[in-house]
């Protein structure tokens, strides 16, 4: 497979998001593997470029806040994490909606939630016209590429484009469980400390 290296803008990227095809770009934090969440070809390719389990669910990354209920269920305290952090360094897991598709939420109890603090990664979601199944730009059990140039030497050949970008804070995202309690599952680079001052106020 030959690689592109494009921008942000460009159309072939945008037209081969829609057709199922794996996109490595950067966020804010480092970067990812992207393709839309409609199609299970696209759910399959991203796994195999991946080289990961195929039981265990994508993140799902949308563009904006608005969006969120549309595919979660949220309560009030779950709110004030989204208004406080998102879109920012943070994957929130939340119950799933019934109807999402089943390579989205694999009969998991959380599904992963996540609006980049990158704007362009948010204006290309708006492009494509529908949510991406995201996950770090490395292959399973290896680091995540921080930078261009690691994104680059993993996955040339790989993914057919790749966006030449910047990451700023080259630390993954900070997960945390959002239930009856609220739970950290990584530690990134947001304060687990700081998110639970906004849950509990």
């Known amino acids: 497979m030959e690689t592109k290296v494009v921008d942000f803008n460009s159309l072939e990227l945008i037209n081969s998001l829609k057709k199922g095809e794996v996109a490595c770009f950067p966020t804010e934090t480092v970067y990812g ?3 839309i969440f409609s199609r299970e ?3 399959n390719a991203l796994v195999e470029v991946k080289n990961r389990r195929p039981d265990k669910p994508f993140t799902l990354m949308l563009s904006k806040k608005d969006d969120i209920e549309k595919y979660s269920y949220i309560s009030c305290k779950t709110k004030k994490v989204i208004e406080e952090f998102m879109p920012g360094e943070i994957t929130i897991l939340v119950k799933p909606k019934e ?5 989205v939420t694999l009969n998991s109890k959380y ?3 996540r609006i980049s603090g990158n704007k362009e990664v948010c204006l290309l979601i708006e492009k494509v016209g529908e949510p991406l199944l995201v996950t770090s730009a490395n292959i399973s059990s290896y680091p995540a590429s921080t930078n261009f140039d690691e994104a680059y030497k993993v996955f040339n050949g790989k993914v057919p484009y790749i966006v030449k970008g910047e990451t700023s ?3 993954p995202s900070t997960i945390v469980i959002c239930d009856e ?6 530690q990134g680079s947001i304060p687990f400390e700081k ?3 906004v849950w509990e106020r």
Do not use: D, Q
Not at 99 to 103: A, E, Y
Not at 181 to 186: A, K, N
């Open 195 to 197: 998110i639970k001052k």
């Open 181 to 186: 309690e609220l739970t950290l599952v990584r």
């Open 99 to 103: 109807n999402l598709f089943p390579w």
């Open 41 to 43: 070809k696209a759910f």
């Open 169 to 171: 804070s080259s630390i």
């Open 111 to 113: 599904i992963g939630i």
């Open 33 to 35: 593997l992207g393709v």
